[in-house]
C-alpha cells in the first residue's frame, strides 16, 4: 500500500511542495497519514494536517478533534481545524458542502495547491449504487475522481477491507464513529445493506462494479474531448451570461447534431445551474429549443433561457 501512494506521488508530480491532508480520525485517513508521514522525507513534503468538527455528535466529536490534533502534533504537522455552528442543518448534503467549504479554507491557509482525501474503493461503489438509485447519466458513472485538482485520492482503488488489515499489521490507531451504524443515513444503508447483498450475489462485485467505474471514467474522457471540439462549433461567446459564464448557443448548428448528443451538450451546459439535470428535465429544455425560435423558458426563481435571432442564451434577472 505504501508502494502504491509512493507511485501515485510519482505520477502526478507531488514532491518539494507544502500538502495539506484531511484527518477525520477514521481508519481511512489515519491509514493515509501514516503513509504520507512515512513518505514526507523522501518526497520532501511539508505535510499539513486539517480536521472539521461537525459537531453532530457532541464530546466524541471533540474527542475526534482531540484524537487528530494529537496526530498531527506527534508528526510534527502544523494543525488547522475548524467546528461547524449548531444551526447548519445536519444532513448529507450540507455536510458535504460545509467540508468541501473548509478544505478551501485551510488550502488557502497553508498556501498549498494539494489536498489529500482517504476515499477508498467501496466510498466509490457506495457513491455508484446511491446515484444508480437517485438516477444518473453516463457522466455520472465515473463516480468520485482519483484526482480533480486541488483533490487527491491516492486510496481509491483500495478496499476498506485492505485499509482495516493494513492498520492491524501496523497498530495504527483510530477512532470508530458510531453513526457510521445509523441506516438513517443513506450511504450508511447502502453500505450495511444494499453492499453486503450484492456480495452475496457475486464476491467479485466489488471489482465489477470498481471496473465499470473506470471504464466510465475512460469513456468520459473520450466524450470530454469530442464534447470540447463541438462546443466550439455552436458556441458563440460574443453573447455571454456573465452571471453564469455561459456563452449562447447557436441554435442552427445546435439543432444539426444527434439528438443524444444535443442531451449532453444540454447537460454539461446547465451543470451548476440546474438543481436536477435528469432525464426529464434535459428533455424539457431540448424540446424547447426544437420547437421555439422566440420564446423564454423559466429555469428557476430569476433565470431563464431565451431563443431569439437564432441564439439561445440564459439570461439572470436582476433583484
Given at each position: 500500500m505504501i508502494e502504491t501512494?509512493?507511485?501515485?506521488?510519482?505520477?502526478?508530480?507531488?514532491?518539494?511542495?507544502?500538502?495539506?491532508?484531511?484527518?477525520?480520525?477514521?481508519?481511512?485517513?489515519?491509514?493515509?497519514?501514516?503513509?504520507?508521514?512515512?513518505?514526507?522525507?523522501t518526497y520532501n513534503l511539508d505535510?499539513?494536517?486539517?480536521?472539521?468538527?461537525?459537531?453532530w455528535r457532541g464530546e466524541e466529536s471533540l474527542l475526534d478533534l482531540e484524537f487528530a490534533r494529537k496526530i498531527a502534533d506527534d508528526a510534527g504537522c502544523e494543525f488547522y481545524s475548524k467546528t461547524l455552528d449548531d444551526d447548519i442543518k445536519k444532513t448529507e448534503l450540507c455536510a458535504r458542502e460545509a467540508r468541501y467549504e473548509f478544505f478551501e479554507e485551510a488550502l488557502k491557509y497553508f498556501k498549498s495547491n494539494v489536498c489529500f482525501l482517504a476515499h477508498n474503493k467501496n466510498d466509490n461503489i457506495e457513491t455508484l449504487i446511491y446515484r444508480l438509485i437517485k438516477g444518473t447519466g453516463v457522466a455520472g458513472l465515473s463516480c468520485i475522481p482519483i484526482v480533480r485538482?486541488?483533490?487527491?485520492?491516492?486510496?481509491?482503488?483500495?478496499?476498506r477491507a485492505e485499509i482495516e488489515e493494513f492498520a492491524h499489521i501496523n497498530n495504527?490507531?483510530?477512532?470508530?464513529?458510531?453513526?457510521?451504524d445509523d441506516s438513517k443515513y443513506k450511504r450508511n444503508f447502502i453500505r450495511k445493506n444494499i453492499l453486503?447483498?450484492?456480495?452475496?450475489?457475486?464476491?467479485?462485485?466489488?471489482?465489477?462494479?470498481?471496473?465499470?467505474?473506470?471504464?466510465?471514467?475512460?469513456?468520459?474522457?473520450?466524450?470530454?474531448?469530442?464534447?470540447?471540439?463541438?462546443?466550439?462549433?455552436?458556441?458563440?461567446n460574443s453573447i455571454k451570461c456573465w452571471a453564469y459564464n455561459r456563452p449562447s448557443i447557436?441554435?442552427?448548428?445546435?439543432?444539426?447534431?444527434?439528438?443524444?448528443?444535443?442531451?449532453?451538450?444540454?447537460?454539461?451546459?446547465?451543470?451548476?445551474?440546474?438543481?436536477?439535470?435528469?432525464?426529464?428535465?434535459?428533455?424539457?429544455?431540448?424540446?424547447?429549443i426544437l420547437d421555439n425560435e422566440n420564446s423564454t423558458l423559466s429555469i428557476n426563481a430569476d433565470?431563464?433561457?431565451?431563443?431569439?435571432?437564432?441564439?439561445?442564451?440564459?439570461?439572470?434577472?436582476?433583484?
Amino acid at each position: 500500500m505504501i508502494e502504491t501512494v509512493s507511485t501515485f506521488l510519482n505520477n502526478y508530480g507531488i514532491k518539494n511542495m507544502p500538502v495539506v491532508m484531511a484527518l477525520s480520525g477514521g481508519v481511512d485517513s489515519c491509514v493515509l497519514f501514516y503513509i504520507l508521514n512515512s513518505l514526507k522525507t523522501t518526497y520532501n513534503l511539508d505535510l499539513k494536517v486539517m480536521h472539521l468538527n461537525h459537531n453532530w455528535r457532541g464530546e466524541e466529536s471533540l474527542l475526534d478533534l482531540e484524537f487528530a490534533r494529537k496526530i498531527a502534533d506527534d508528526a510534527g504537522c502544523e494543525f488547522y481545524s475548524k467546528t461547524l455552528d449548531d444551526d447548519i442543518k445536519k444532513t448529507e448534503l450540507c455536510a458535504r458542502e460545509a467540508r468541501y467549504e473548509f478544505f478551501e479554507e485551510a488550502l488557502k491557509y497553508f498556501k498549498s495547491n494539494v489536498c489529500f482525501l482517504a476515499h477508498n474503493k467501496n466510498d466509490n461503489i457506495e457513491t455508484l449504487i446511491y446515484r444508480l438509485i437517485k438516477g444518473t447519466g453516463v457522466a455520472g458513472l465515473s463516480c468520485i475522481p482519483i484526482v480533480r485538482t486541488p483533490y487527491y485520492r491516492p486510496l481509491l482503488n483500495i478496499s476498506r477491507a485492505e485499509i482495516e488489515e493494513f492498520a492491524h499489521i501496523n497498530n495504527i490507531e483510530y477512532r470508530i464513529d458510531k453513526s457510521n451504524d445509523d441506516s438513517k443515513y443513506k450511504r450508511n444503508f447502502i453500505r450495511k445493506n444494499i453492499l453486503p447483498s450484492m456480495m452475496q450475489v457475486s464476491q467479485n462485485a466489488l471489482n465489477s462494479m470498481n471496473s465499470l467505474i473506470m471504464l466510465a471514467s475512460e469513456n468520459n474522457e473520450i466524450l470530454d474531448d469530442y464534447i470540447e471540439y463541438i462546443e466550439k462549433e455552436i458556441f458563440d461567446n460574443s453573447i455571454k451570461c456573465w452571471a453564469y459564464n455561459r456563452p449562447s448557443i447557436k441554435r442552427g448548428g445546435f439543432l444539426n447534431l444527434k439528438p443524444a448528443l444535443q442531451r449532453e451538450i444540454i447537460s454539461r451546459y446547465f451543470k451548476g445551474i440546474l438543481k436536477n439535470r435528469d432525464y426529464k428535465n434535459i428533455i424539457k429544455i431540448q424540446k424547447f429549443i426544437l420547437d421555439n425560435e422566440n420564446s423564454t423558458l423559466s429555469i428557476n426563481a430569476d433565470t431563464f433561457l431565451k431563443v431569439s435571432a437564432g441564439s439561445v442564451f440564459l439570461y439572470k434577472r436582476e433583484k
